[in-house]
């Protein structure tokens, strides 16, 4: 069992709290008002732990970033002392939204978020996975008609190799799983976000994943 903070109660934050703390891992979900936590509580399991953020990133082993990727920078350099020698795995994708709120333009282009957070986080080891898909997805790839990818990128290969096994405890099949190699591949990954307003203004809210074809 590891404890596992994840930063973001939203649908992705919530989503993946749920899948951890039914595969036996000790899960507390930070919430940045304090004031949400009652409402929470109230649509989550009750074996999940509520704390703020800064509380969360400092209890956990594992720290999750599922906060909005155009303030996460800000966010969590400002959470620095309590991140040190953590992993953080970052899912966001930082985007400017268009005026129908879906994503747009790139916030780091020529550069990523994850490779941003590593550089304010020099002590801290980032591996960016499960951003290239709807957040159902990512506890759920199974329920797919085709095998889904989960891309990784990080400079610590020990790092990245226990993100891949919180990834097994979501559903993901190790074939499933592409290490592209260091936190700068994290750009590419993070520019396929840019396909996804298209698809969902075609198809509406329905599960897919930017996948490897082989």
């Known amino acids: 069992m590891t404890s596992i903070g994840i930063l973001g109660a939203g649908r992705v934050g919530a989503n993946l709290a749920g899948k951890l703390s039914a595969a036996g891992h000790r899960v507390t979900l930070g919430v940045r008002n304090p004031h949400d936590t009652q409402a929470l509580a109230t649509r989550i399991a009750p074996q999940i732990a509520l704390a703020d953020q800064r509380a969360t990133a400092r209890t956990a082993d594992i720290v ?52 941003q957070l590593q550089t304010a986080l020099p002590d801290t080891r980032v591996v960016k996975t499960l951003n290239t898909m709807l957040f159902m997805v990512m506890t759920a790839p199974e329920t797919l008609t085709t095998p889904p990818t989960a891309y990784l990128s990080g400079d610590d290969h020990n790092a990245k190799q226990t993100v891949t096994g919180l990834l097994g405890d979501l559903g993901w099949q190790p074939a499933w799983i592409e290490d592209l190699g260091g936190i700068t591949t994290a750009r590419a990954t993070e520019a396929m976000i840019l396909i996804v307003p298209h698809l969902l203004r075609r198809h509406g809210l329905k599960p897919f994943a930017v996948s490897l074809a082989r």
Not at 71 to 96: C, F, Q
Request: charged share 25%.
């Open 64 to 115: 999750l970033n599922a906060t909005p990727g155009d303030t996460s920078l800000d966010r969590l350099a400002d959470l620095r002392t309590e991140l040190t020698g953590k992993i953080l795995v970052d899912v966001s994708n930082a985007t400017r939204d268009t005026d129908d709120g879906l994503p747009g333009d790139l916030c780091y282009p020529g550069s990523s978020l994850a490779e």
